[in-house]
């Protein structure tokens, strides 16, 4: 299989990624970082799928419902044609967002008498048993996890373990965690399919959207509130783990997690999308991880819950995505030092200082928290840190790193200017210190532009970055000398690498999606738009079948690899189609 075959579904509890032959291939549950009861994706032989597809096998089309999450895969043959409509429940019901830990999957005959199979084959985690099954009258337990999980379906039963038979109706099943169902199953697939489909298109109803780029826009927005755990307001950076970097690379992580050095740029994602609550659940996460680190001596990434238990381990059994090892729980990188992460916080907090509609959030507790964030932010500036890029090699001072600690004094200034005054001119002193270091040790002589770290002559593209944060005017010869040499050692078939130093794991070897969409914006903000937009009319186009976007992108093969879809890619999308488009004003609108 290919990242290309694959569709996602949820709806902010749990996810599933939809093979285009009717085979769910990964599910966690109940929730994201969850053992896996699907895992077909990470061994295709003893992984387990839940598969409704044709009786031959043969894959179908994989098409969302216009501006929604329900994956619709249709299947046309000699016999017939059917199709499968796949979702999450959600909508609001009672005042409350109802979003239960189950998923829907009805099959519906289109025409003739297609044969179908269907094959249910959960496992127990990451041991791979599989959970004894208990059959009823419309409905099959499985018991091993902690609750039940049960299949309840109006198909024959006889027909569930995967022999083929004839559709000649509507069939329904729904597969849930914990709380069976309980009531009759037609209408109730029919009532939550309804109201899904509404609330996912009210829900793009309130998306702003640029004039370029619509469709890609919207199918990102969907994409990323997918990644939204909405118990605790956390955005993790994938919904797998362990698909390859690249063939043979060995980079198989674990993305299950919230990373913090993502929150500045995805709260702005959502931002520009004109979606408050998403924000204000976001910030809150932020503010529980933060307000539980007494000495803010804060980990790069987190659970969902917000602990930072996160012991990698190797899963030594399972042969992984093609055969590409090793499986990997849990995430290493976050015992690393990345000093990046401080302002990013302050970046992500200043709204609720400066924004009037967070006003009610402002409080003397809030405040003496940014200001912490932001002291200790210019305390480590210019220290050796793993960096945005979490290097397993020696640690340097990351460039990237100080320009975010000097964001996040700039922008403390700008908060104390308004809430603390008698405290402006100590951020505003520090500032232009880490600022003047920065232009002093991290300048290439030679090029006149920023280098990926102090004293050397590489460049990374977190430096595009700079441009974003305006540490120097948008027409300072070094702030253009850094784009030009970004693009000039590090693009790859038109798209851009992340760096081209080794890592402690080798040398990438694949484009980083998101570095792209980077480059986007700072072509867009420096003026040079027409160079943006022929951009992204280039890169647009590299999504999967459905328009998902993964972590990174072999440019020769044009075959995506890394953890999908990746939110971060879809933020970047999302920021670069805003950046490259004109306004509606100039759109003649």
């Not at 291939?25 to 053992?35: E, H, L, T, Y």
């Not at 797998?240 to 980079?251: D, M, Q, W």
């Not at 990746?566 to 004003?585: D, K, L």
């Amino acid at each position: 299989m290919t990242l290309a075959d694959l569709g996602l579904i949820g709806n902010c509890q749990l996810a599933a990624h939809v093979r285009n032959d009717g085979a769910i291939v990964w599910a966690c549950m109940p929730r994201f970082d969850s053992p896996p009861v699907f895992a077909r994706l990470l061994d295709e032989r003893g992984g387990g799928s839940f598969v409704i597809g044709a009786a031959d096998g043969r894959p179908g089309a994989q098409r969302y419902l216009p501006n929604t999450n329900v994956l619709e895969t249709r299947f046309d043959g000699a016999d017939g044609a059917f199709r499968v409509l796949d979702f999450a429940p959600r909508f609001v019901q009672f005042d409350r967002t109802f979003r239960p830990t189950k998923l829907l999957r009805i099959v519906e005959p289109l025409s003739g008498t297609p044969r179908v199979r269907v094959s249910c084959d959960p496992v127990l985690g990451w041991g791979r048993g599989r959970p004894r099954r208990e059959q009823g009258s419309h409905h099959i337990a499985y018991q091993g996890y902690d609750v039940e999980l049960r299949l309840t379906t109006d198909a024959p039963l006889s027909y569930l373990d995967g022999e083929p038979f004839a559709l000649s109706e509507r069939r329904h099943f729904v597969l849930a965690w914990g709380a069976p169902v309980e009531e009759p199953l037609a209408p109730l697939c029919d009532r939550f399919l309804r109201e899904t489909t509404r609330y996912w298109q009210q829900w793009v109803k309130h998306c702003d959207i640029p004039p370029l780029y619509q469709e890609e826009v919207i199918r990102s927005a969907l994409t990323l509130k997918l990644h939204c755990f909405e118990d605790t307001g956390a955005i993790v950076a994938a919904l797998t783990t362990s698909l390859p970097e690249a063939p043979g690379s060995g980079r198989t992580w674990d993305y299950r997690y919230c990373w913090l050095r993502d929150a500045y740029y995805t709260l702005g994602a959502f931002r520009l999308l004109g979606h408050f609550e998403e924000r204000e659940q976001f910030l809150h996460f932020l503010l529980n991880v933060a307000g539980s680190s007494p000495d803010l001596d804060l980990a790069p990434l987190y659970r969902i819950d917000g602990k930072s238990d996160l012991d990698e381990r190797v899963e030594e059994a399972w042969p992984g995505y093609r055969g590409e090892r090793p499986v990997r729980v849990g995430n290493g990188a976050a015992v690393h030092k990345q000093y990046d992460v401080f302002g990013e916080m302050v970046l992500a907090l200043t709204p609720m200082f400066l924004d009037a509609r967070f006003r009610d959030r402002v409080t003397p507790s809030l405040l003496d928290l940014v200001t912490r964030l932001a002291q200790k932010a210019v305390s480590v500036a210019g220290q050796p840190d793993a960096g945005i890029w979490e290097i397993r090699a020696e640690w340097r001072p990351q460039t990237f790193s100080s320009l975010m600690c000097w964001a996040a004094a700039d922008r403390m200034a700008r908060i104390a200017r308004r809430h603390r005054p008698e405290r402006a001119a100590e951020f505003e002193g520090a500032a232009a210190r880490i600022r003047d270091e920065i232009l002093a040790r991290a300048v290439d002589p030679a090029r006149g532009g920023l280098v990926a770290d102090y004293g050397g002559r590489e460049v990374d593209a977190a430096l595009l970055q700079a441009v974003s944060l305006r540490v120097l005017p948008p027409d300072d010869p070094r702030l253009l000398a850094t784009v030009d040499a970004v693009q000039a050692d590090l693009t790859h078939d038109g798209w851009l690498r992340r760096y081209r130093t080794n890592d402690g794991l080798g040398v990438p070897s694949v484009a980083f999606m998101l570095c792209t969409f980077w480059q986007v914006e700072a072509l867009a903000r420096i003026g040079r738009t027409a160079e943006a937009r022929a951009l992204m009319d280039r890169v647009r186009d590299v999504r999967s079948p459905l328009g998902l976007l993964a972590e990174d992108l072999d440019p020769t093969t044009g075959e995506m690899w890394g953890n999908f879809p990746q939110a971060y890619s879809h933020v970047g999308m999302i920021h670069g189609a805003f950046a490259a488009s004109p306004r509606w004003s100039d759109h003649g609108s």
